[in-house]
């Protein structure tokens, strides 16, 4: 693995650029699963929707981008759902049961602590009605906040991940990325980031604590 620049004198001039849903969320597929069978849905509906659904990739696809807004797309995704599902906050129904991912957290404040500079790189969910960022209480965390519906730009586009550097006012090489999906790693390699790809929350923070040079505590 690559190393950061300055390597002498942790966090300063350095930079950590984390995914939200993955990263600072435990694994959202569980909790997924069981919300599907509380709403009577199969317990892949929300995945299958979501991902193989031609109509359910297109609605995605436009929230992430900022081009319809997160009332719009809980109406039409409830309905490839099924006619019965309640379009009302589905987003915030769905997502409200996943738990933030406290090692993580704790590591991301470490680092801050430290003197990086963070930065949170996300594909939108919506803000309104409910907003993903809020619920999981780590909005204040970041220094910089690049999300894709504001930006009308969504990963893997390269142009998000310059403009995220942009913001720090850091080159690449001077930074580390943490992502759960590998294709989102490639275009942050190209501009000499140093990227992670979060598997395991325990694996991933045990790689960061070395790789960083901080410790994540709990309750700190």
């Known amino acids: 693995m690559p190393e950061l620049t300055d390597t002498a004198n ?33 317990p892949e509906a929300w995945r299958a929707t979501l991902n193989d659904h ?5 609605l995605y696809a436009a929230l992430e981008a900022g081009t319809i807004g997160q009332a719009e797309w809980n109406t039409g995704t409830a309905a490839l759902l099924g006619a019965h599902v309640d379009p009302v906050d589905l987003m915030g129904r769905a997502w409200t049961g996943v738990p933030a991912a406290t090692r993580m957290i704790a590591l991301a404040r470490a680092a801050r602590q430290a003197g990086y ?8 969910f919506g803000l309104d009605p409910h907003d993903p960022y809020e619920h999981a209480g780590i909005w204040d965390l970041f220094d910089v906040h690049v999300i894709s ?32 999906h590998p294709v989102n790693l490639l275009p942050a390699r190209a501009l000499g980031i ?18 960083l040079g901080v410790s994540a505590v709990l309750g700190a």
């Open 54 to 58: 031609p109509e359910g990739r297109r």
């Open 194 to 211: 140093t990227t992670v790809l979060a598997v395991k929350e325990a694996d991933t923070v045990a790689e960061l604590e070395v790789l």
């Open 117 to 124: 500079r963070l930065a949170l790189l996300s594909n939108s």
């Open 10 to 42: 942790h966090g300063t001039g350095k930079g950590l650029i984390l995914d939200f849903a993955g990263v600072l969320t435990a694994d959202p597929r569980p909790v997924h699963r069981a919300w599907c069978e509380q709403e009577g849905l199969a």
């Open 149 to 180: 519906g504001r930006e009308g730009l969504a990963k893997p586009d390269r142009g998000i991940y310059q403009l995220t550097l942009d913001r720090l006012g850091l080159p690449g090489t001077a930074c580390v990325f943490v992502d759960d």
